[in-house]
């Protein structure tokens, strides 16, 4: 029992003078766990897919496609309908099965400014932003 006590003192001591990372010591980590920013820049295109399981028993699933320098789809399948966004930098738009519209439809400009702001293809010197770190 004493050593316990003393283990979990020591181990709290030394974590009071580990230094805690911060957002851009992470972000740091993660771009040279991935090659560098020379090697995030040469990648031309992302391939995303997943599924989705849902209560009571659906499943769907998700895909994302992204493409430099701005290109994006974006599907998702849920009982034999598949919704879809796309992006091409300037225009976007969508097919919505899930609320009766089975043709292409154009997205508003606040869509567009929501869909293409979310779906950034990963450049690594990007300034704009905002990350925290709020810990483990």
């Known amino acids: 029992m004493r050593q316990s006590l003393i283990l979990l003192f020591a181990v709290f001591c030394c974590s009071l003078f580990a230094s805690p990372q911060t957002a851009d010591e992470l972000i740091s980590k993660n771009i040279r766990a991935k090659g560098g920013t020379d090697a995030i820049k040469a990648i031309k295109t992302v391939r995303m897919a997943g599924r989705l399981d849902a209560a009571g028993g659906f499943t769907g699933r998700v895909g994302q496609e992204n493409?430099?320098?701005?290109?994006?789809?974006?599907?998702?399948?849920?009982?034999?309908?598949?919704?879809?966004?796309?992006y091409d930098g300037s225009t976007a738009w969508q097919i919505q099965?899930?609320?009766?519209?089975?043709?292409?439809?154009?997205?508003?400009?606040?869509?567009?400014?929501?869909?293409?702001s979310r779906?950034?293809?990963?450049?690594?010197?990007?300034?704009?932003?905002?990350?925290?770190?709020?810990?483990?």
Do not use: Y
Not at 67 to 86: C, D, H, I, K, Y
Not at 97 to 104: E, I, L, N, S, V
């Open 67 to 86: 493409m430099r320098p701005n290109l994006v789809r974006e599907t998702f399948s849920l009982q034999g309908m598949t919704a879809v966004q796309a």
């Open 97 to 116: 099965p899930f609320g009766g519209h089975k043709d292409p439809q154009l997205m508003g400009d606040d869509d567009v400014r929501e869909f293409g």
């Open 119 to 136: 779906h950034f293809f990963g450049n690594p010197d990007r300034t704009a932003g905002i990350c925290s770190w709020l810990g483990a």
